[in-house]
């Protein structure tokens, strides 16, 4: 399965071991695993709750997933959300890409951080020392996905 979203922990290790186990025609894998932070802007972070919409979630992240892999010659992808509250220290997301080549991995996995950022359907309501705030999209973010537009898909 390449897309889960789930209430639980992951393993980032055994999810990528489950991805590599057996297989000669991968020569790079590149990983990037999302923490809860204890502080957001300027406040201090005690838990963040993250909501999603059962089905829908899961279709656009295997949207996201399925653009990845019409942009890059990939072998795997695995990408693990969690949801329910969440805090500082724990693991919220796990991407991981697997490519013949290191290239296609790190960009694919750039991307789809990219991507979930700005177009995963997550809610996330922080509970912070100065009280409860959802948390909004950043501009940064907005302008690190749209860097893809304009960047050509490479050839598999």
Known sequence: MRVRVQREDFDPGAEIAALTDGRTDIGAVVSFT????????????????????????????????????????????????????????????????ASAHRAAAFEAADFLMDYLKTRAPFWKLEDREDGQTWVAARDSDDTAAERWRNTPPESA
């Open 34 to 97: 999302g923490l809860v932070r204890a502080r957001n802007e300027a406040a201090g972070v005690a838990a963040m709750t993250l909501e999603h919409y059962p089905g829908m979630t899961e279709r656009e992240l295997e949207r996201i997933v399925a653009q990845a892999e019409d942009r890059w010659p990939l072998q795997g992808v695995r990408v693990i959300h969690r949801y329910g509250t969440l805090y500082p220290g724990d693991r919220i997301v796990l991407v991981v890409t």
